[in-house]
């Protein structure tokens, strides 16, 4: 059993910058694929970003590449999102998931979601 918490969203500025963390629970989080996702109001799920588990190769949606960096330190069981050069249509509560099978799909089903954290972009 793996529980996430996110934590580090809020109102920032366009332009400006944030880092959100996924913190895991269990021994088991270094075995997990995980991912970010967002979802705005009134809009799909979307997915952000991923990260393998083994070898860290990453994975980016073409609408954040350049801008996030996704990133994991499994001894703390803690996954990351540094946001960078945000706009307004970053604007989403954002997601992370631990799942047993790596997918960047937001319809599959995930074997862990978090509880979200709110990013909100001013222009």
């Known amino acids: 059993q793996v529980q996430l918490v996110e934590s580090g969203g809020g109102l920032v500025q366009a332009g400006g910058s944030l880092r959100l963390s996924c913190a895991g629970s269990?021994?088991?989080?270094?075995?997990?694929?995980m991912a970010w996702f967002r979802q705005a109001p009134g809009k799909e799920r979307e997915f952000v970003a991923a990260?393998?588990?083994?070898?860290?190769?990453?994975y980016y949606a073409d609408s954040v590449k350049g801008r996030f960096t996704i990133s994991r330190d499994n001894a703390k069981n803690t996954m990351y999102l540094q946001m960078a050069s945000l706009k307004p249509e970053d604007t989403a509560v954002y997601y992370c998931?631990?799942?047993?099978?790596?997918?960047?799909?937001?319809?599959?089903?995930?074997?862990?979601w978090g509880q979200g954290t709110q990013v909100t972009v001013s222009s």
């Open positions: 998931t631990a799942n047993s099978v790596f997918s960047t799909s937001p319809l599959a089903e995930y074997d862990y």
């Open positions: 269990g021994r088991t989080f270094s075995t997990y694929f």
């Open positions: 990260i393998n588990r083994g070898v860290p190769s990453t």
